[in-house]
Structures are given as C-alpha cells and as structure tokens.
C-alpha cells in the first residue's frame, strides 16, 4: 500500500502544479494574444500542461479511491474526498477556460483569474487540513 500512497502523492503535487499555474498562465496568455494576436508558445505551453496534468490527476484521484478504500472511508476522509470534487470541478473549468482560449476567446478579466487563482490555494490549504488533522 505504500507505493499506492507514494504515487497518490507525487501525482497530487504534479496536478497542483497545474490547477496553480494554468489560471496564473491564462493571464499572460491573454496579454500576449491582445499584442500578437495568436496563441504563440505562451498559449501552447498553457495548453500541454493543462492536458499533462489532466493524468496526473486522473492517477491521483483514483489512488485516492484506492487508499480510501483500504483505510474503511473513516469521516474525515468523506470530507477530503467532497473537497478534492470541488477541486476538480474547478480544475475541469480551468479546461474550459484553456479551451476558449485557444480559440482567442479571452471572457474573464485579470482580476477574475487572480481570484479564481486563489480559490485554489485556499481550497488545497483545506484539503491537506483535514489530511493533518483528521477532525473527526
């Protein structure tokens, strides 16, 4: 079970690389598109890493399921799970967002992608939370 565990773990951090960076890469992306107009490497790199990250996340989560199952789905672990759906809700509208953009649709303001950025920070802060402390 710990090879399951370790490689839930590493594909989590390669995942959380993404759902951190891709928002943050959205905004240079739509900077270097109003300049250029086209998508250039910026959009590109965006675009593989989102895609990328999507396995990793995809791994992670169904380690999860496995780990969990293993362990008797204690409570805490309900509420990291409902935690970690909302996370790849967000994630999936990462994707949207990614998609229209490559077609040079760029919708949310700067300001928005800061916040929906954030979002994600504090959700993970949350996550690994319950994670430490098992609440209950």
Request: aromatic share 16%.
């Amino acid at each position: 079970m710990a090879w399951v565990k370790i490689i839930h773990i590493l594909c989590v951090m390669g995942w959380m690389t993404s759902i951190f960076a891709v928002p943050r890469a959205l905004i240079y992306w739509k900077r270097d598109y109003a300049k250029t107009g086209e998508n250039g490497p910026l959009g590109d790199l965006t675009f593989r890493l989102y895609r990328f990250s999507f396995g990793l996340g995809v791994i992670a989560i169904l380690t999860g399921i496995w780990y969990g199952t293993w362990l008797g789905w204690p409570a805490w672990l309900h509420l990291k799970a409902s935690l970690v759906l909302l996370l790849a809700v967000h994630y999936l509208w990462i994707g949207k967002l990614v998609r229209r953009a490559q077609q040079g649709e760029f919708r949310e303001s700067d300001l928005f992608l800061r916040i929906f950025n954030e979002a994600s920070v504090i959700g993970t802060i949350v996550i690994l939370w319950v994670v430490v402390v098992q609440p209950f």
